[in-house]
């Protein structure tokens, strides 16, 4: 009998939304008629654009014809989606980038996952508490992180805590760690890291050889000045970081599917005798071997969001989800409560009252005003005593629901 891969044993079990299904569909056979609102989903609700869409019927009509019929496109993507990357999302900030350098894929959960093939199993993980969990299970799954301590940590991983505390800024690593993944604006806390923190990280990086996993999935959200929109912004990240972005929360392609990942050229790792080695090269490989390019149809859907109809859309769509955050902050604030996040971000972080375990709180938002959101622990071990509201629901359950927090909630 084959062997299987015992770290996937190791993986938690897909807990959270399970459980909170079960909590929900318990709550609804017991209360019919209550009126359920939705605020714990990260995905979201708004229809595409209408450019997206008006160039994803075009380029659905090609595929009809044999003169504009296309099969396999390349492994990396179009270079006609390359090139708009580069010069509205790169360019303007002053980032040079080739267009060997970015790599257009299905998505960013993908890129995230899949990116730790590229490195060594004994490398030593630092990620930041609470966070996005694909980091962290992907690592599992390579046996990278040890097992799991009564603490709920695992052994081999850098956990860099990010609370209320140090204003969910993460301090640097006691020991030195070799790969490290920032997710800013963050999912879940909503808060992210100013131009002066994120330096902090590329000095730490390029002083001890460790390697940056920047996430920035949700940087159309940045409103502020100071927050840098792309890790490249500092001076020397291009030796030492990955950057990861996609079309999921700006342009609605969660079920579309396009997102892309930097990799300069000059972002190095080496092997075991010391020698250096380009991380573009291995990312390609990777990539050329085991994926097979995204959809024609959908990289001209996603070139769509650079004309000027498209960015007027996007950025119509991020507004909208974006005044739902305020609706949330500005009502949790007049209850009350301890809340971050939302102004550079679409999630909203609130501390739970009088110290209430995440899943009490849960189920206390439940019964009283039949509001679902996601606790804190989900997210890891120093998200105990936090809980995740969105702001990617509809505007008028978004008010809705405020409405019953600031009414009808005991605090
Ligand atoms: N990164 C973060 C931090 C996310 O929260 C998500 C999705 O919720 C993703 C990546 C995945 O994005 P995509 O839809 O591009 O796979």
């Given at each position: 009998?084959?062997?299987?891969?015992?770290?996937?044993?190791?993986?938690?079990?897909?807990?959270?939304?399970?459980?909170?299904?079960?909590?929900?569909?318990?709550?609804?056979?017991?209360?019919?008629?209550?009126?359920?609102?939705?605020?714990?989903?990260?995905?979201?609700?708004?229809?595409?654009?209408?450019?997206?869409?008006?160039?994803?019927?075009?380029a659905?009509?090609?595929?009809?014809?044999?003169?504009?019929?296309?099969?396999?496109g390349?492994?990396?993507?179009?270079?006609?989606?390359?090139?708009?990357?580069?010069?509205?999302?790169?360019?303007?900030?002053?980032?040079?980038?080739?267009?060997?350098?970015?790599?257009?894929?299905d998505?960013?959960?993908?890129?995230?996952?899949?990116?730790?093939?590229?490195?060594?199993?004994?490398?030593?993980?630092?990620?930041?508490?609470?966070?996005?969990?694909?980091?962290?299970?992907?690592?599992?799954?390579?046996?990278?992180?040890?097992?799991?301590?009564?603490?709920?940590?695992?052994?081999?991983?850098?956990?860099?805590?990010?609370?209320?505390?140090?204003?969910?800024?993460?301090?640097?690593?006691?020991?030195?760690?070799?790969?490290?993944?920032?997710?800013?604006?963050?999912?879940?806390?909503?808060?992210?890291?100013?131009?002066?923190?994120?330096?902090?990280?590329?000095?730490?990086?390029?002083?001890?050889?460790?390697?940056?996993?920047?996430?920035?999935?949700?940087?159309?959200?940045?409103?502020?000045?100071?927050?840098?929109?792309?890790?490249?912004?500092?001076?020397?990240?291009?030796?030492?970081?990955?950057?990861?972005?996609?079309?999921?929360?700006?342009?609605?392609?969660?079920?579309?599917r396009?997102?892309?990942?930097?990799?300069?050229?000059?972002?190095?790792?080496?092997?075991?005798?010391?020698?250096?080695?380009?991380?573009?090269?291995?990312?390609?490989?990777?990539?050329?071997?085991?994926?097979?390019g995204v959809p024609y149809i959908i990289q001209?859907?996603?070139?769509?969001?650079?004309?000027?109809?498209?960015?007027?859309?996007?950025?119509?769509?991020?507004?909208?989800?974006?005044?739902?955050?305020?609706?949330?902050?500005?009502?949790?604030?007049?209850?009350?409560?301890?809340?971050?996040?939302?102004?550079?971000?679409?999630?909203?972080?609130?501390?739970?009252?009088?110290?209430?375990?995440?899943?009490?709180?849960?189920?206390?938002?439940?019964?009283?005003?039949?509001?679902?959101?996601?606790?804190?622990?989900?997210?890891?071990?120093?998200?105990?005593?936090?809980?995740?509201?969105?702001?990617?629901?509809?505007?008028?359950?978004?008010?809705?629901?405020?409405?019953?927090?600031?009414?009808?909630?005991?605090?």
């Amino acid at each position: 009998m084959a062997l299987i891969n015992e770290n996937y044993l190791k993986l938690p079990g897909s807990y959270l939304f399970a459980e909170i299904g079960r909590r929900v569909a318990a709550f609804k056979s017991e209360n019919p008629s209550a009126n359920i609102i939705r605020l714990g989903i990260g995905d979201v609700t708004r229809p595409l654009p209408a450019a997206v869409i008006g160039a994803l019927h075009s380029a659905v009509d090609e595929m009809a014809r044999e003169e504009t019929f296309r099969g396999y496109g390349p492994e990396q993507g179009y270079a006609f989606l390359s090139r708009k990357i580069i010069d509205f999302d790169y360019a303007p900030r002053g980032i040079q980038l080739d267009e060997d350098e970015v790599f257009i894929s299905d998505g960013s959960k993908s890129d995230v996952g899949n990116i730790q093939e590229i490195f060594g199993v004994d490398n030593v993980v630092a990620i930041t508490d609470p966070v996005y969990p694909v980091y962290l299970d992907s690592n599992i799954m390579a046996g990278r992180t040890g097992s799991l301590g009564e603490d709920g940590r695992f052994g081999r991983v850098m956990y860099l805590p990010c609370t209320a505390e140090n204003q969910f800024i993460p301090d640097l690593p006691r020991q030195k760690v070799d790969m490290i993944y920032l997710c800013c604006p963050n999912n879940p806390t909503g808060t992210t890291l100013s131009k002066a923190e994120l330096k902090k990280w590329v000095d730490y990086a390029r002083a001890n050889e460790a390697i940056i996993l920047f996430d920035g999935a949700y940087e159309a959200y940045i409103r502020e000045d100071n927050i840098p929109h792309s890790i490249y912004e500092i001076e020397g990240a291009k030796e030492v970081a990955i950057e990861f972005r996609s079309f999921s929360k700006n342009a609605g392609f969660t079920g579309t599917r396009c997102a892309y990942t930097v990799v300069p050229k000059t972002v190095m790792g080496k092997t075991a005798g010391g020698e250096s080695y380009p991380l573009n090269k291995l990312w390609n490989r990777r990539q050329t071997t085991k994926f097979n390019g995204v959809p024609y149809i959908i990289q001209r859907g996603a070139e769509a969001v650079y004309t000027p109809e498209g960015q007027q859309q996007i950025k119509a769509l991020v507004d909208y989800y974006m005044t739902n955050a305020k609706i949330i902050v500005d009502g949790l604030k007049s209850a009350g409560l301890e809340v971050y996040g939302g102004v550079n971000a679409p999630y909203i972080w609130l501390k739970t009252p009088n110290n209430m375990d995440s899943w009490a709180f849960f189920d206390k938002l439940l019964h009283e005003v039949h509001i679902v959101g996601t606790p804190g622990t989900g997210f890891g071990p120093s998200g105990k005593g936090y809980f995740r509201l969105t702001a990617f629901g509809n505007r008028e359950n978004t008010q809705e629901a405020i409405q019953r927090i600031k009414t009808k909630l005991s605090i």
